[in-house]
């Protein structure tokens, strides 16, 4: 597997980098997990990626519906928070057949919640804690997601000059 380690030393950076990374995979299914502690930062994430691709509206954590989905034209992006699950096979009940064997972006927090029942996605997303800032670390399953995440630690890097 592949890996991109990239520091955040704000929400604003958080916010450009999930943004980056929704233009890089923008139309294509993808599968994200996020990793990380409560208050880590995993939907401020998921809320820069909705605006990288043009969302406008509010975008809370799914952490007593579950499930969020936003509709953007032919892509749906669906926003699951699983800490509140018990068993992996309650998925089955909210849709997630359909969620996960559709031309869909879906961005999971607390995908071990789900362990068993969730498919193999194509980014790991980890955050730490550090300092006032996050450390991320991005691991990718294919070498094409690869490059699209050095592109956006580079835009980072470049930002944060």
């Not at 990239?6 to 996020?34: D, W």
């Not at 990288?52 to 749906?76: F, K, Q, W």
């Not at 999971?108 to 804690?129: A, N, S, Y």
């Amino acid at each position: 597997m592949n890996e991109q380690t990239v520091y955040c030393s704000s929400e604003q950076q958080q916010m450009l980098l999930g943004g980056c990374l929704a233009q890089a995979f923008a139309g294509r299914p993808l599968l994200i997990f996020l990793h990380g502690d409560l208050g880590a930062g995993k939907t401020t994430l998921v809320r820069g990626y909705l605006r990288g691709l043009g969302y406008e509206g509010a975008v809370r954590s799914p952490t007593y519906t579950l499930v969020e989905p936003y509709p953007l034209g032919d892509l749906t992006v669906y926003h699951l928070d699983l800490y509140r699950l018990s068993d992996p096979e309650e998925l089955e009940f909210l849709g997630g057949r359909e969620i996960f064997s559709g031309n869909h972006q879906v961005l999971v927090e607390w995908p071990e919640k789900g362990r068993g029942w969730l498919p193999e996605p194509d980014l790991h997303l980890i955050l730490h804690h550090r300092g006032h800032g996050r450390r991320l670390e991005l691991r990718c399953k294919t070498v094409d997601c690869m490059r699209q995440v050095a592109r956006c630690a580079a835009l980072l890097s470049e930002a944060e000059s």
